[in-house]
């Protein structure tokens, strides 16, 4: 019994120690003739656009979550979630239209 229990904390530690590893579908990435990147950008979902709008559209916009937080659509439902709360929820929801020509890097033409 107490065998079984070593192995088993054995099992347990080793799983501990290995990272978890997040598996996602990728974008297919095709190159343009002058060697720039290009292919579409998937719209935010109305969960992500509820949870965290800046995110959201600052992850559509510039393809980071992140970077453009403080600039631009994102800066508006950001201010508006931190001085009313889910009214830039609501705004991220409502108002706000991903528009392909507000993507940042490559052509907006080609993207979604």
Known sequence: WLKGLKVR?????????????????????TMRPDGTAMGARKKPTLLSLFCYAPCAISGYITGDPTAGTCEGPALTALILNLFFCIVGA????????????????GHAANRE
């Open 9 to 29: 904390l054995s099992q347990i530690k080793a799983s501990i120690a290995q990272p978890a590893i997040m598996y996602t579908q990728p974008v297919p990435a």
């Open 90 to 105: 609501l705004y991220a929801i409502f108002v706000w239209k991903p528009d392909p020509s507000q993507i940042k890097g």
